[in-house]
């Protein structure tokens, strides 16, 4: 089932999130309706809060983008209870980052350029390991969805000055996108 993505300025996104337990109940479905979710919305990473439910899952499909990026073929990955690791010591890029809660504003976003992940998967696996580049990238950026933090928390002041309109307009619904959204607040039509 295809689910509304909830838009910056829902206080869900900024709902503190609860650990996964194998038990929950529904797990699996969540899980499918969050990827049919994605792909309907065109997505490459999506994450609980922004389908309107407080827990530490993330589902990621950068496979679009190996074209440009070969290491990227075939990366599928559920992300149940993730734990980041980042060195301070490693350096931070900066790059381009949108997000479906977020739509129609792009900014540029330092990330470290190498994190150690820590995570469980839909088979109940735990993981362990080193990401670089761009998959770092997309799964820092999920991974801040359960700590509660938007990409534009991020970019500079300046710049969010420049979005502060559009950010407005989102936070009341006023958007334009191809998926189904839920806003806060909703403006009279
Ligand atoms: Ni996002």
Known sequence: MILPIYLYGHPVLRTPTQLVTPDYPGLA??????????????????????????????????????EDLPELKDVRMVLINPEITIDE???TTSREEGCLSVPGIHESVARHEKIHLK??????????????????RVIQHECDHLFQTVFVDRISPIRKQLVRAKLNNIVKGNVNCSYRTRAYTKTKR
């Open 29 to 66: 479905e969540l899980i499918a309706n969050m990827k049919e979710t994605m792909y309907a919305s065109d997505g490459i990473g999506i994450a609980a809060p922004q389908v309107g439910v407080s827990l530490r899952l993330v589902y990621i499909d950068v496979d679009v983008l190996s």
């Open 89 to 91: 010591s490693v350096p």
């Open 119 to 136: 995570w469980t998967d839909e088979n109940w696996q735990t993981h362990e390991q080193d990401f670089e580049g761009y998959l770092a």
